[in-house]
Each structure stands twice: as C-alpha cells, then as structure tokens.
C-alpha cells in the first residue's frame, strides 16, 4: 500500500512539473541530390546544425557517403557549445573545444 501512495505522489509530482517550451524552427534549407545533399537548421532556443555529405566510389564495392557539419546548443549553464565533425570510412569524429582530446601516443 505505500508503494503505491509512494508512486501516485512521485507521479503527480512529475505530472506537475513545468514543461520545458519548445523551440520553433527559424530557419530551414535542404538540397538533396542523387549524390549529394546539404541541409541547415536553426531553431528560436539558439540550436543550429549544418551538414554537407556526397557520396564516394559511386557504384564501386565500397560506395559510402562522407559527410561533415557542425552543431551547436545552448546548455543549461548558459553557454553555446559548437561541435564540428567528419563521418567517413573512419567513423564519427568530433572535436570542439569542450571535447576531451586524446594524449598522443
């Protein structure tokens, strides 16, 4: 039985909480290509994206798309972090300033 006193006051109590606003798209571009694409987004709560890809080695064994962007947010302490990256034959690779880097070997 208190468990489920428990539950329902846990459950009213996430039930009240304030909903966070959503953000509205203020920008939007696209281009989307047999072989190629790009696309851009910006939103009203400071959140953007870019990104651009191609394919390569079209019509080989190893066809796959190489792409690169960057996005950035705002988080909640208030500062705009911005990652860019490559996604490749070698994976996804991040960097930005926030990131932890690797020691050199």
């Known amino acids: ?8 006051a846990l459950f009213a109590l996430a039930y009240a909480a304030p909903a966070a606003p959503e953000a509205e798209i203020v920008e939007l571009r696209s281009d989307v290509e047999p072989e190629k694409y790009s ?6 709560d400071g959140t953007s994206k870019d ?12 066809e796959h798309i190489v792409a690169r962007g960057s996005y ?4 909640d302490d208030g500062q705009t972090y911005t990652v860019t990256y490559v996604a490749d034959e070698n994976g996804f690779q991040p960097s930005g300033a926030h ?5 050199e070997a």
């Open 1 to 8: 039985m208190k468990f489920v006193i428990v539950f329902v």
């Open 39 to 44: 696309y851009a987004l910006k939103t009203s």
């Open 51 to 62: 990104e651009e890809g191609h394919l390569v080695n079209v019509g080989a064994e190893d």
């Open 72 to 75: 950035s947010f705002v988080a």
């Open 99 to 103: 990131l932890p880097v690797a020691p």
